[in-house]
């Protein structure tokens, strides 16, 4: 998706309460998001997933723009069971902007 980065860090305020990325960050209720965009599932070093997520991990999922487009609509379809506490992102803007924000942290 072509989103904007810019645009996508005024979206990602609505994770931080749990979610961390950039220089430095950590784990916090949920893993810390550098390099997620391309990575497999539920790979975060020092983080304890949902067995929901493991699972999926273990049948291959990565999450491409694509499965992160569709993760974010509705966490909680998603991925039965999964401990992320989060309704959803409904607009298609917000989605692709935030996916586009995320692709700007490298892995650390
Ligand atoms: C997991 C993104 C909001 C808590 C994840 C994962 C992603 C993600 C991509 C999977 C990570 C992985 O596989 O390593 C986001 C984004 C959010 C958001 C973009 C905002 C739009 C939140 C909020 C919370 C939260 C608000 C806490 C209330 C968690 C937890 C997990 C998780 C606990 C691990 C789930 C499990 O193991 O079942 N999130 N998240 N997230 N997130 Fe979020």
Known sequence: ADGDPEAGEKVFRKCKACH???EGAENK???MLNGIVGRQAATVEGFGYSPV???LSEEGLVW???ELDAFLTKPRDY???????????RKEDDRANIIAYLATFEDN
């Open 29 to 31: 209720v949920g893993p």
């Open 64 to 66: 491409t723009p694509e």
């Open 20 to 22: 961390a990325v950039g």
């Open 79 to 89: 991925a039965k069971g999964i401990k992320m506490t989060f309704a959803g992102l």
């Open 53 to 55: 997520l493991i699972s």
